[in-house]
């Protein structure tokens, strides 16, 4: 199940009935799901606190204390493997199966496996990937989830990047894939993640965004890097001409714009208490 305890799944159901996410089907009801997540939910990074005094419980912490925090808090989860227990303890509810599974990134997470739809995830962690961040409103939740052959081709057993020394490792080939994938599908869909880089930090900051990810605030490129320069020209071009469209012709307008709207989905993500 993750890390979650699902100790009542009479609770479960009345919260997917009350939001709405119940649907047409299988397919739909599990997209309305991520975008109830993809809105709500916070990775829990704070290793001074322990879970017992985040949930009020000494075991892993109970579904309805994440859909419903405490001491207004915001929707906390306990990482891959917390979203993970999300997924299989909501969709239980509902007899949709969800297997929890591990998958290699270059170390070790969490996806789950939507058995009777034979779809999956890269990560669990992609649902609050704030590359994805519905921000703009136009990404759709359906980028996060993979055909089992996809998930074969992309992230199980990729073909490996090499260069002139050396290949990637399987794990560092499927973390690269789900990297440039994020970025394709946020500026395919005009979400606001690179834009609101290119606003806060510059456009040279960007530019190294698409060579590799950042790790403890360096860029980390792997065998090959995740454009050639000649795709970087464009995408570069393609923000700038979105930042001045969004400001009515006017860049700083738009980066002032982008800016604000960034900072209020995460500040009402923050602070919410349904």
């Given at each position: 199940m993750g890390r979650v305890t699902d100790w009542n799944p009479r609770i479960s159901y009345q919260f997917l009935s009350h939001f709405n996410i119940v649907r047409e089907n299988?397919?739909?009801?599990?997209?309305?799901?991520?975008?109830?997540?993809?809105?709500h939910l916070v990775h829990y990074t704070n290793n001074t606190e322990d879970l017992n005094s985040i949930y009020n419980y000494p075991g892993f912490p109970p579904v309805d204390r994440i859909l419903y925090p405490t001491e207004n808090r915001p929707h906390l989860t306990a990482g891959c493997r917390g979203t993970t227990g999300i997924f299989c303890a909501l969709?239980?509810?509902?007899?949709?199966?969800v297997k929890a599974e591990t998958i290699d990134l270059g170390g070790t997470h969490s996806q789950p496996e939507f058995v009777s739809l034979a779809m999956s995830m890269s990560h669990d962690d992609d649902v609050y990937y704030r590359d994805l961040d519905p921000a703009g409103g136009e990404i759709p939740s359906s980028v996060y989830f993979y055909t089992?052959?996809?998930?074969?081709?992309?992230?199980?057993?990729?073909?490996?990047?090499?260069?002139?020394?050396e290949c990637?490792?399987?794990?560092?080939?499927?973390?690269?894939?789900?990297?440039?994938?994020?970025?394709?599908?946020?500026?395919?869909?005009?979400?606001?993640?690179?834009?609101?880089e290119y606003a806060e930090f510059g456009e040279a900051y960007v530019r190294d965004s698409f060579h590799g990810p950042r790790i403890n605030y360096e860029v980390i490129e792997y065998a090959q890097p995740?454009?050639?320069?000649?795709?970087?020209?464009?995408?570069i071009n393609l923000?700038?001409?979105?930042?001045?469209?969004?400001?009515g012709g006017n860049i700083e307008?738009?980066?002032?714009?982008?800016k604000e709207r960034m900072e209020l989905f995460w500040n009402n993500k923050l602070n919410r208490d349904g």
């Open positions: 299988q397919l739909q009801t599990l997209n309305a799901l991520a975008d109830w997540m993809r809105g969709l239980r509810a509902l007899n949709i199966p089992m052959d996809e998930m074969e081709s992309y992230f199980f057993n990729p073909p490996l990047d090499c260069n002139e020394q990637n490792s399987r794990g560092e080939q499927a973390s690269y894939n789900r990297a440039q994938k994020a970025i394709i599908n946020s500026l395919l869909y005009n979400g606001y993640a690179y834009l609101y995740f454009f050639t320069p000649q795709q970087i020209d464009a995408k923000i700038r001409q979105r930042l001045i469209d969004m400001g307008t738009g980066k002032e714009y982008v």
